[in-house]
């Protein structure tokens, strides 16, 4: 079955720098676009990332912009998120998404998430 | 960047009643829209894509309608395992893929 697990969540001051991993299974993840998604404690979804299956296309939330950069490895199955220059308001849990389709649409399925915590 | 709006942002419901749960779009999505049903400490779930197909093992009592700005989720008879928060997604301009701010289905 298709499976997403995410990793290297964590605590990081602010200004600080973290790389998120998502390690994909059960499908052929070259065929698909992936993408990241956030959801600050208590609030509600908000999009950040998304790359295509040959990493060619990619596209940032405003608010990331300049800051994270989305990567894949396909020979490994694997998404990433570089995230630096760290903000409080970075503070969330992080999820990995597959697209739900050949097109960057809606999201199917969604990994389980990596809480990313950015205090002093 | 289009921005979706849901309405009620709570809404209680006794089990086995019927539950609507509307999502506006701030310009035309077509029908290029999702439902995500979210429970406490768990990653979203994919319910409904282009407004009113129901995703892999979705029950049918879940069924989403509307197209342009106008959008619903309707939960025909509500089971203790449905009480959660329901986000719509739209995915017609991008980027950015923008969700609305969801609307949460209380035990009434």
């Known amino acids: 079955q298709v499976q997403l697990v995410e990793s290297g969540g964590g605590l990081v001051k602010p200004g600080g720098s973290l790389r998120l991993s998502c390690a994909a299974s059960?499908?052929?993840?070259?065929?698909?676009?992936m993408s990241w998604i956030r959801q600050a404690p208590g609030k509600g979804l908000e999009w950040v990332s998304y790359?295509?299956?040959?990493?060619?296309?990619?596209y940032y939330a405003d608010s990331v912009k300049g800051r994270f950069t989305i990567s894949r490895d396909n020979a490994k199955n694997s998404l990433y998120l570089q995230m630096n220059s760290l903000r409080a308001e970075d503070t969330a849990v992080y999820y990995c998404?597959?697209?739900?389709?050949?097109?960057?649409?809606?999201?199917?399925?969604w990994g389980q998430g990596s809480l990313v915590t950015v205090s002093s | 960047e289009i921005v979706m709006t849901q309405s009620p942002a709570t809404l209680s419901v006794s089990p086995g009643e019927r539950a609507t749960l509307s999502c506006r779009a701030s310009q035309s999505v077509s029908s290029n829209l999702a439902w995500y049903q979210q429970k406490p400490g768990q990653a979203p779930r994919l319910l409904i894509y282009a407004a009113s197909t129901r995703a892999t093992g979705i029950p049918a009592r879940f069924s989403g309608s509307g197209s342009g700005t106008e959008f619903t989720l309707t939960i025909s008879s509500l089971q203790s395992e449905d009480f959660a928060v329901y986000y719509c997604?739209?995915?017609?301009?991008?980027?950015?893929?923008?969700f609305g701010q969801g609307t949460k289905v209380e035990i009434k």
């Open positions: 059960g499908f052929t993840f070259s065929d698909y676009y």
């Open positions: 997604q739209q995915y017609n301009n991008w980027p950015p893929w923008t």
């Open positions: 790359i295509s299956g040959s990493g060619y296309a990619i």
């Open positions: 998404a597959r697209a739900g389709g050949s097109l960057p649409n809606w999201f199917d399925p």
